[in-house]
């Protein structure tokens, strides 16, 4: 084909037709894929962001958390005072016993003691069933020797009974709940 043949017409149009197909070739192979990186380059940002987000909201509670641990290290201070360390259950038996001396009460049975995590990982709760067999008031001031204990010594369950063949003395069914501090806190 002959170059200088053509009419300036079909010159132009053929011009406008191969820059077409140089600029369709040019966004094709060049600046299609840099679009196709941006797009997926904008996603992995956003998801960066979303996790960037994620990571604050974690930081804010972890802040949050220590704060409120900061609050009450103070009371947890205090219960160290009156939580002897570890399960102590010979302590808490041997407290148990000590303060019935001089008060005729006979004790029926111990039963088995339950230990479980209370309010934080770092106090255990001995829960302990006694039945013993006393005088009613006896058995008050008994109950109140354990109550003025340094540790911290709740009754949770009481039941009274009496039978005619241990008058005056009545039988008695009560659960302890005793406090201590978890080994190594």
């Known amino acids: 084909m002959n170059f200088t043949s053509l009419n300036k017409n ?10 077409l197909a140089i600029v369709g070739g040019f966004y094709w192979y ?7 990186t941006m797009e997926k380059l904008k996603k992995e ?20 958390l220590e704060r409120k641990y900061y609050q009450i290290q103070p009371t947890m201070d205090l ?12 302590s808490l038996l041997r407290e148990i016993l000590a303060n019935s001396e001089g008060l005729d009460i006979e004790f029926l049975d111990l039963g088995e003691p339950v230990f479980t995590v209370a309010a934080s990982e770092k106090v255990k709760r001995i829960i302990l069933a006694l039945r013993i067999k006393s005088s009613f008031l006896k058995f008050i001031e008994y109950i109140n020797r354990l109550e003025n204990l340094p540790r911290l ?12 063949e241990i008058l005056p003395k009545v039988e008695i069914d009560f659960t302890l709940e005793a406090y201590a501090m978890v080994n190594g806190s």
Do not use: W
């Not at 940002?45 to 949050?64: A, C, F, Y």
């Not at 219960?79 to 010979?90: A, F, N, Q, R, W």
């Not at 010594?153 to 039941?159: C, D, M, Q, S």
């Open 10 to 19: 079909k010159k132009v149009a053929f011009f406008i037709i191969l820059s």
């Open 153 to 164: 010594i709740n009754v949770t369950h009481l039941r009274i009974q009496g039978k005619k």
């Open 30 to 36: 060049s600046y299609q894929p840099k679009i196709q």
């Open 45 to 64: 940002i956003g998801v960066l962001e979303r996790e960037i987000s994620q990571k604050k909201g974690i930081v804010r509670n972890l802040e949050e």
């Open 79 to 90: 219960m160290k005072d009156v939580l002897p360390p570890g399960e102590e259950i010979t």
